[in-house]
């Protein structure tokens, strides 16, 4: 028999999204912080007994959560991730997902028109509760795994970063709080600098962040600055506005200066998470889609930059250069 298990598995892989968002909509993990029954807990969060039991066994299930002779408790995991009082939390983030997951029901429609499913401005100004939800999503995301960047990525020496296309400004303060003689300029779309400005106003580093308003597909990034950082951009851009975009850092950079890319990229049609990420940018954007790590290097290199590495660091790629 040829296995139907990759069928199966892909078709019910929502059932997983959705148990995990409903979890997170009816406050399960907060409720968790104190281990309970069921019942008692669907009188606590007002569920029905029937549903509460089912999504709990779910969560159980998924490893999202343990239960012990009836009673439920979170997960180390689920309680630093999960709840909404841990710094860890990424309980934002999971409602933007759960919020533009209805839009996936439309890919069979952009694949056949290559246009997104809904307005690309709704997550960039357009729409305020989802902007909002975008950048502190973003800042909950990057929270959790900017630390692999920030420890393997070496920018001592360096007196300016430039963090073009930065948006909640996260690897900027964190990288600033590593390199205390760093500043760092922050480029943006004006509408998520606002809201950026009050999460870089509490990161204890802000008098050395500056913070530009910039489309990065027209303006430049200015010059002096003697390292660089692009992190989570490229992907919404064509390869042309890429190479334009590296051209434009590599000529204002300082000479010496260090050039970090920092996204999901592809590496022979791999990791599948990365593959797919293209797909949520055909859903939600004009232009882009998941960038082959190699011809990003490619690029980069065209740009002028030298010692260009790829280093993988699951779920992201990073791509170091040096200008001479
Ligand atoms: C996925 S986020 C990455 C944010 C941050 N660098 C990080 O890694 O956490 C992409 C960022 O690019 C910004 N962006 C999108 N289009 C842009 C443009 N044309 N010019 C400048 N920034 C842009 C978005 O507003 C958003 O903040």
Redesign the pocket.
Known sequence: MIDPTPIYDAATAFWKSSALFAACRVGLFDALNEPAKAEDLAKQLDLSERGALALLDACVALDLLEKNEGIYSNTPTGKRYLTSTSPESLLVTLELQANTYPMWMNLSESVKKGQPAIPPQDL?GGDRELTRQ??VG??Q??LGI?ESLVNVVDLSGCRLMA??????G??STMILKRYPELRSRI???AP?QEVAKALVSTSGVADRIEMIP????ADDFGDGYDAA?I???LH?MTPEICQNILEKVYTGMESGGKLVL?DLFTLDGKPALAVLFGLQFLLTNETGGTHDAGDMAAWTSDAGFEDVQITAMFPYMFITARKA
């Open positions: 960039l975008f950048v973003m800042h995301r990057a900017a963090d073009i296309g930065g948006g909640p996260t690897y480029f943006d779309l998520i910039c489309d990065a597909t950082l992190s989570g951009l919404r920092n």
